[in-house]
């Protein structure tokens, strides 16, 4: 599989990558068998970039990727973990539903200032059983996760204190690469204008249906050598689905007029013999700040289906007639809080 570099920095990561969210048990249980065996499966069709996080079953994910990754070869992947969330033990009955199921017994605290990222990274690199971590992403950082009056407090922290404790981690040779991993567009205009970071692992907001991350921040990824990670290419579903009955569009049922865009858009697909999938996989990659497409499935066959969809030759040109039917994420209000 190709490769892209990671903004400016030596690291190159391939051009599809996978996230581990679902091994941690995200919606329904995963067992270890079963995640083993679609990181088997990510392993086999070229994947050599993997996605995790201490929040992804409450560490149960971080530990099942360090246990896969441990044989291979340090050489042979890239590894990317997040910071943000501190674990700390909990009695089992404590444990809040955050839509993990079969969770490990903790629960979290936010915090983005130094000493938490220098701990959580420690705390990271135990349950990985692993000595090296390639990216750090801050974790959820922004008012779609906190609102606007706990993201002022949590940006204050990061911008304070936490990007020093990044920068010290990438100078000094514990990770090539940091940056942000959130579902919104506008906390990444504040960082960048105030920082420089490498990378962003955004989920959701540039896909062939949400263009948010058009307008400005794509511009300024190319001024600033930022490179995007794009998650969530079939935005919760509905565009490896189509509009059916129950579909989903950002975590939440998908809307008529959303519904009404994805039809249009199957049947554009249809008329170039092709799943609405296909296209909606490869687009991303058709920007050259995109350097990764990220996939999140806990079953092999779901993994191995994906990937059969770049059988499918879509041409750069093939994607302005799906532009009509795209849409861009509102403007958050002060308490557009989604967990």
């Not at 990181?39 to 530990?63: H, K, Q, S």
């Not at 059983?129 to 750090?136: H, V």
């Not at 919104?184 to 991350?213: F, H, K, N, W």
Request: glycine share 8%.
């Amino acid at each position: 599989m190709q490769t892209r570099r990671i903004g400016r920095t030596a690291l190159a990561v391939t051009e599809y990558s996978f996230g581990t969210a679902g091994l941690g048990g995200l919606y329904r249980e995963c067992t270890r068998e079963a995640a083993m065996a679609t990181l088997d499966a990510a392993w086999e069709a070229g994947i050599r970039y993997f996605d995790t996080a201490p929040f992804y079953g409450l560490g149960l994910a971080e530990r099942r990727v360090g246990d896969f990754l441990r044989d291979k070869p340090r050489n042979s992947f890239v590894l990317s973990t997040k910071v943000g969330r501190l674990l700390h033990p909990v009695p089992e009955d404590k444990v809040p539903d955050y839509t993990y199921v079969k969770p490990l017994n903790f629960d979290i605290t936010y915090d983005y200032g130094y000493d938490a990222i220098m701990r959580s990274v420690e705390m990271s690199y135990a349950r990985l059983g692993l000595n090296l971590i390639d990216i750090l992403y801050v974790h959820d950082i922004g008012g779609y996760t906190h609102g606007a009056a706990k993201n002022n407090v949590y940006l204050e922290q990061l911008l304070d204190s936490g990007l020093k404790a990044l920068e010290e981690l990438k100078s000094s040779g514990v990770i090539s690469a940091y940056g942000l991993g959130v579902n919104e567009v506008p906390v990444c205009l504040d960082v960048m204008r105030q920082a420089e970071i490498d990378c962003i692992l955004l989920a959701g907001r540039y896909t062939l249906l949400d263009r948010s991350a058009v307008a400005d921040l794509l511009p300024l990824c190319a001024k600033k050598g930022t490179s995007l990670v794009v998650g969530g290419v079939f935005n919760s579903g509905i565009l490896a689905t189509g509009p059916v009955e129950g579909a989903h569009f950002d975590y939440m049922p998908a809307t008529e007029e959303v519904r009404a865009k994805v039809a249009a858009m199957e049947r554009i697909a249809e008329k170039r013999g092709t799943p609405l999938a296909a296209p909606a996989m490869q687009f991303p990659l058709a920007r050259p700040e995109v350097a990764s497409v990220l996939l999140g499935t806990a079953k092999p066959a779901s993994l191995k289906r994906n990937m059969e969809l770049l059988r499918f030759e879509i041409a750069p040109d093939d994607y302005a007639a799906f532009e009509p039917h795209t849409l861009v994420a509102p403007e958050l209000g002060p308490e557009a809080v989604r967990a």
